[in-house]
């Protein structure tokens, strides 16, 4: 049984890495230029959701109840609005509490002193799981019994919905079509260095070498260039976001804090997995289609 000959697939790859200098730079160059604006997307997009989903929390559902119901039967009703679905929660609110909330908010609170609590309904603040579903969610929650106007504001959900599905859809198509651009320069790189090397590959095909002996040097050569083209974008990727994000924070450009981008520290961990992922396997693949020809002797 023929043993694995790891170490000379490892010296052979390496030694094909430093012989062939030009072409090896090119391709992780490539490998990092394409992770890196790969990532970037991902992380917009990471954000863009963050953002919308931050949004969804302070766009609320206002269920108002009949006003013939007293408090108990109005709180009894939490559960079948808790039973709709795309409801996240809901928070009873007192005709009382909110009249007192409504007076906290205004200055001269004289110009109310005739009025008192009974003018208003009691009613529900309802949280959503995903606003793009809000209009729907407003017609379920209408046709409990018991409520008798629902409000929601349509117009920044449908707003919101749209910004998330546009970014989203972008970067999707971005992130494949830079994934196709780096496979397909990959390989073309391993070719010209393939090239170089095809009357060694025909003489050791002739003396009877078997083609996975021949072409596991080359899969660890893609391997090594995927696996550190992958480490440079993850660093290089680090600082541009940090940087960026620190210039956004001190320029005021995310409102006054009320726009808070995600820390590096959240998403390092899977965009580290995925970048390297991504590197080694474009290496490996490119390697793997760029030889076969060569080996059909």
């Given at each position: 049984?023929?043993?694995?000959r790891?170490?000379?697939?490892?010296?052979?790859?390496?030694?094909?890495i430093f012989?062939h200098?030009f072409?090896s730079?090119?391709?992780?160059?490539?490998?990092?230029?394409?992770?890196?604006?790969m990532?970037?997307?991902?992380?917009?997009a990471?954000?863009?959701?963050?953002?919308i989903?931050?949004?969804?929390d302070?766009?609320?559902?206002?269920?108002?109840?009949?006003?013939?119901?007293?408090?108990?039967?109005?709180r009894?009703?939490?559960?079948?609005i808790?039973?709709v679905?795309?409801v996240?929660?809901a928070r009873?609110?007192?005709?009382?509490?909110?009249f007192n909330?409504?007076?906290?908010?205004v200055?001269?609170?004289s110009?109310?002193?005739?009025i008192d609590?009974?003018?208003?309904?009691?009613?529900?603040t309802?949280y959503v799981?995903?606003?793009?579903?809000?209009?729907?969610t407003q017609?379920?929650l209408l046709?409990?019994?018991g409520v008798?106007?629902?409000?929601a504001?349509?117009?920044?959900?449908?707003?919101?919905?749209?910004?998330?599905?546009?970014v989203?859809?972008?970067?999707t198509?971005?992130?494949?079509?830079?994934l196709?651009i780096?496979?397909?320069i990959?390989?073309?790189?391993?070719?010209l260095?393939?090239?170089e090397?095809?009357d060694?590959?025909a003489i050791?095909?002739?003396?009877?070498?078997t083609?996975s002996?021949i072409?596991?040097?080359?899969?660890?050569e893609?391997?090594i260039?995927?696996?550190f083209g992958?480490l440079?974008?993850?660093?290089?990727?680090?600082?541009?976001?940090?940087?960026v994000t620190?210039?956004l924070?001190?320029?005021g450009?995310?409102?006054?804090g009320?726009i808070?981008a995600?820390s590096f520290?959240?998403v390092a961990?899977s965009?580290?997995?995925?970048?390297?992922?991504?590197g080694?396997?474009?290496?490996?693949?490119?390697?793997?289609?760029?030889?076969r020809?060569?080996?059909?002797?």
């Open positions: 049984m023929r043993s694995f790891a170490g000379y697939y490892i010296r052979e790859g390496l030694s094909s012989t200098g072409m730079f090119a391709s992780v160059f490539i490998v990092v230029a394409c992770l890196i604006i990532g970037s997307f991902s992380l917009l990471v954000n863009v959701n963050k953002i989903g931050d949004f969804e302070e766009n609320v559902i206002l269920a108002y109840i009949h006003e013939s119901y007293s408090v108990e039967d109005a009894a009703l939490a559960g079948a808790d039973a679905p795309n996240r929660s009873f609110v007192t005709r009382e509490e909110a909330s409504f007076l906290s908010g200055e001269d609170k110009r109310f002193e005739d609590a009974t003018v208003l309904r009691h009613r529900f309802v799981d995903d606003i793009a579903f809000i209009e729907r017609e379920d046709n409990i019994p008798a106007r629902v409000t504001n349509l117009l920044i959900a449908r707003a919101l919905v749209t910004t998330r599905n546009i989203s859809g972008v970067s198509v971005i992130v494949a079509v830079l196709i780096s496979l397909f990959m390989m073309n790189t391993v070719k260095a393939t090239f090397r095809r060694e590959i050791m095909k002739v003396v009877g070498a083609n002996f072409r596991w040097p080359f899969i660890f893609g391997f260039l995927g696996l992958s440079v974008a993850f660093i290089t990727q680090w600082g541009l976001y940090t940087a620190d210039a924070l001190s320029g450009a995310t409102g006054g009320l808070q995600i520290s959240q961990l965009l580290c997995v995925v970048f390297a992922v991504i080694i396997g474009v290496g490996i693949i490119g390697s793997s289609f760029a030889i020809k060569y080996l059909k002797v």
